[in-house]
């Protein structure tokens, strides 16, 4: 089985500055590792997600993440943050190879508010 | 948009009611998911279908039923709802393999009273 855990519930930031969202996870198996964004009353979108390759990876709206296999972190960053960055930030894995349903483990959630 | 419609989008329904939401996906992705969303535990699966007629159970799957009868719909029942399940449902789909994302529809707010 896997776990997440999101240990920020809330991250407020200024406008301008560069933010972390912090995830680490808990598995026995090799994972695949990715974050949502969801906007008020709305879905879940895909920022970003690793599969395998390069440990950096890049995403949707100036986002990135490092996978760090020995730390069992996937840390999502942005070097400078918009109001409309404002939104939760849901960190998932879901074990890799065939069998596993492509099921999703999600975090609880990190709430970002960017504050002008 | 990932083509997925998720009906009622707004629901309020009494104690011992039975409840049926549906999900509803024009991309003929293999994979279909329900999730339920709560304040401080994010998203859970409650059950998921892997194909027409193939489903299985998920983390939180008591009190719930599925059903596939179609590639494109996949229905989330509740037989008797209880307060407990009042909550914001959302419904997925993937292509699996190794297009291993989750495609979310806009969700389902269920008040049970």
């Known amino acids: 089985a896997q776990s997440v855990t999101q240990l920020d519930s809330q991250v407020p930031v200024f406008e301008e500055a560069p933010v972390e969202l912090r995830c680490n996870y808990s598995?026995?198996?090799?994972?695949?590792l990715f974050w949502y964004v969801q906007y008020p009353n709305q879905g879940l979108q895909l920022l970003l997600k690793y599969l395998s390759g390069s440990t950096l990876v890049k995403g949707i709206n100036g986002f990135e993440a490092e996978f760090n296999k020995s730390q069992t972190s996937f840390h999502l960053r942005k070097p400078s943050v918009h109001i409309s960055d404002t939104a939760e930030y849901f960190c998932?894995?879901?074990?890799?190879?065939?069998?596993?349903?492509?099921?999703?483990?999600f975090g609880t959630g990190t709430q970002l508010k960017v504050e002008l | 948009d990932a083509g997925i419609t998720q009906s009622p989008r707004h629901k309020v329904t009494e104690t011992g009611t039975p409840v049926t939401l549906r999900c509803h996906q024009t991309e003929n992705h293999r994979y279909m998911y329900w999730y339920r969303q709560d304040p401080g535990h994010g998203l859970r699966l409650i059950h998921y279908?892997?194909?027409?007629?193939?489903?299985d159970k998920g983390e939180v799957s008591d009190g719930y039923s599925v059903s596939r009868s179609k590639t494109e719909d996949f229905l989330l029942t509740l037989e008797s709802a209880t307060s407990s399940q009042t909550s914001v449902y959302f419904c997925?789909?993937?292509?699996?393999?190794?297009?291993?994302?989750?495609?979310f529809g806009p969700g389902t707010r269920l008040t049970v009273l």
């Open positions: 997925a789909i993937s292509l699996g393999g190794a297009h291993n994302e989750q495609f």
């Open positions: 998932a894995v879901s074990p890799s190879g065939r069998g596993g349903g492509n099921k999703l483990t």
């Open positions: 598995s026995s198996v090799s994972v695949y």
């Open positions: 279908s892997y194909g027409v007629k193939d489903t």
